[in-house]
T-cell receptor
Framework: DAGVTQSPTHLIKTRGQQVTLRCSPKSGHDTVSWYQQALGQGPQFIFQ???????QRGNFPDRFSGHQFPNYSSELNVNALWLGDSALYLCASSLGGIQYFGAGTRLSVL | EDKVVQSPLSLVVHEGDTVTLNCSYEVTNFRSLLWYKQEKKAPTFLFMLTSSGIEKKSGRLSSILDKKELFSILNITATQTGDSAIYLCAVDSGTYKYIFGTGTRLKVLA
């Protein structure tokens, strides 16, 4: 049983560009959450998708948007990248309470 | 504002030592508290606690929750070098999002 998978593993972009990160949830999980983890910090909640709708959102600007597909996979899009967007982006899936995390995408903005 | 605070921020011990990691929280609608271990990238699930005073145990790791004093502890006995990691505490605030602490970085020396 594959766990949560994310792609790509690493990404380098320049300021002002746009990026799309992808996540496939654990088999049977219908809920996907996205987190941003800056160096030396705990993960910060970006948003959560359930039944293809954004169910909850953290304190992130509208430059951060997402999507969930009928197969429960999800994308995170970030527009107009800032240097401060450099971080590890984690995806977590759940069915009910416990969230299981993928290995993340390391985004570097130059 | 909901928050989760972990202490200490970092800890260096020798193999065989016992460590206690602390997590205190202030959230409006508490649903559960979770502990994760993060070695490289993906946080891996350790425990979920919902009731006060009931110890959860897995091998050398154990954890307990005090909902009156709003804290949890994670104990690791007979530490091994493989226990070196960042230990994250997260609170499910009842709105489908986890609020994480900054984490405790544990290093176990041989």
């Amino acid at each position: 049983d594959a766990g949560v998978t994310q792609s790509p593993t690493h990404l380098i972009k320049t300021r002002g560009q746009q990026v799309t990160l992808r996540c496939s949830p654990k088999s049977g999980h219908d809920t996907v959450s996205w987190y941003q983890q800056a160096l030396g910090q705990g993960p910060q909640f970006i948003f959560q998708y359930y039944e293809e709708e954004e169910r909850q959102r953290g304190n992130f600007p509208d430059r951060f948007s997402g999507h969930q597909f009928p197969n429960y996979s999800s994308e995170l899009n970030v527009n107009a990248l800032w240097l401060g967007d450099s971080a590890l982006y984690l995806c977590a899936s759940s069915l009910g309470g416990i969230q299981y995390f993928g290995a993340g995408t390391r985004l570097s903005v130059l | 504002e909901d928050k989760v605070v972990q202490s200490p921020l970092s800890l260096v011990v020798h193999e065989g030592d016992t460590v206690t990691l602390n997590c205190s929280y202030e959230v409006t609608n508490f649903r559960s508290l979770l502990w994760y271990k993060q070695e490289k990238k993906a946080p891996t699930f350790l425990f979920m606690l919902t009731s006060s005073g009931i110890e959860k145990k897995s091998g050398r790791l154990s954890s307990i929750l005090d909902k009156k004093e709003l804290f949890s502890i994670l104990n690791i006995t007979a530490t091994q070098t493989g226990d070196s990691a960042i230990y994250l505490c997260a609170v499910d605030s009842g709105t489908y999002k986890y609020i994480f602490g900054t984490g405790t970085r544990l290093k176990v020396l041989a």
